[in-house]
């Protein structure tokens, strides 16, 4: 196969994993094509939403020199309604754009359905190593709701293979750094050691 045919087969094979994902976005209730959830229309309110979209932006255009690197991803932590889905979604789906295969992951929607699921072994397999070895993954809402032994041994499972393989995570979560080390060490200091923090805090 010559060189041509072998580069369109491969960006067609790219294309389709990434309409694939488009449509994993949609079932989780995300349009993509449609989502307003972008940097422009992300409202500064003050000094830590401001910095918090910078350093998204500034993520988005430097991720190609740090992907490979111990600190290539994100974490964006703040109280309800600061944004920080907002900034996560709006940064995959720019990567989406750009065919970077980012696999959303609504933390208690797909938490509750791998523990309903946990006596299928195949199924267990096969989805946890879906997060695992996804491109990019992005953790929405992060330790949402009540959490026990099985949610925490869960997510260890996903982010320290990440971790160990420097496989890129964004993450939102209304845990800060501080709170995440003190809930549970093992994945919290597995995203300290990886992550860009953006805090967020909604004043009224």
């Not at 994993?17 to 959830?37: A, P």
């Not at 990567?95 to 359905?113: A, E, G, S, W």
């Not at 929405?140 to 971790?163: A, C, Q, T």
């Amino acid at each position: 196969m010559q060189q041509e045919d072998r580069q369109s087969l491969a960006l067609s094979c790219d294309c389709r994993e990434v309409e694939k994902l488009k449509n994993e976005w949609k079932y989780s209730g995300i349009n993509v094509e449609q989502s307003t959830h972008t940097f422009s229309n992300y409202e500064v309110w003050n000094t830590a939403s401001r910095r918090a979209k910078e350093t998204a932006v500034a993520y988005y255009k430097e991720f190609y020199e740090i992907r490979g690197k111990r600190r290539n991803s994100i974490l964006f932590c703040g109280q309800v309604g600061s944004g920080k889905s907002h900034l996560s979604i709006g940064l995959a789906l720019n990567f989406l754009k750009q065919r970077i295969k980012v696999v959303y992951m609504p933390y208690r929607d797909v938490i509750t359905k791998i523990k309903q699921n946990m006596i299928d072994c195949e199924y267990y397999t096969r989805t946890i190593s879906k997060y695992q070895l996804c491109e990019v993954l992005l953790i929405d809402d992060l330790f949402k709701g009540k959490i026990n032994d099985s949610d925490i041994n869960i997510v260890f499972e996903i982010i320290n293979y990440r971790y160990l393989n420097f496989l890129p995570i964004i993450v939102s979560s209304e845990f800060s750094i501080d709170r995440l080390l003190a809930f549970d060490e093992g994945v919290g200091s597995r995203i300290y050691e990886s992550v860009t923090c953006c805090y967020l805090k909604r004043i009224a």
